[in-house]
């Protein structure tokens, strides 16, 4: 059975459905992307820059700068650009620059959750759908031969549409955990290299090392 033959047994609820399966991909492809990027620099940009902090901070925002679209380099980028920052003013920019960054992890979640919650109803709803036209077209005195062979063929078809629901349903459920996981190991990471950082930081100030980066 061909894709176009089982989008037209599915009924009207598979133009909804493909809508959403192409809404999904799209938003997938562009979080791989995202999370490609950071996995891919992130970690050596870090220890760069925690290395560079040590010896010289205006070294440390120039490599910062120069990776702005990783979050992490923009959170870090807030608390090193603060003019003679206490230890307590410097943790405060990490954290405040950490929160403004979560939108950015978290997008499209809201979309894949409701990609998930939408699709299965939707399969259901066709199946319904296609169950009231497979009973209507059965007269009554006409419950055997071809006419009960109609409807058990109708029946059939009309499931195709729920099927389709839990496909789109289930790929998006797994990609939406791959992100997930992602972003609870990078808000970790955010943690373990903030707090690094901030060490750095605080021992450059009780030693009172600490001046403009960005100077």
Known sequence: MSIARIFALGGVVMY???????????????????????????????????ALYRRSPKAAFQ?????????IARIFLAAIELEQATPEEFRLALESAAQAEIPLLKRFNTVFETVI???????????ILGLIASFASLRIGELGGQATTNVTAGISEALISTASGLVVAIFTLLFANLFRGLYLRQIALIQ???GQLELIHRRRYERGGVSNASA
């Open 192 to 194: 373990e290299y903030g």
């Open 117 to 127: 919650s939408v699709s299965p109803l939707l399969g259901l709803l066709g199946t």
């Open 63 to 71: 490599k910062l700068e120069q990776n702005v679209h990783l979050p």
């Open 16 to 50: 909804p459905l493909l809508g959403l399966s192409i809404l999904a991909m799209a938003l997938i492809l562009e979080r791989l992307i995202f999370w490609f990027q950071v996995a891919r620099k992130q970690d050596a940009v870090v220890r760069d820059v925690l």
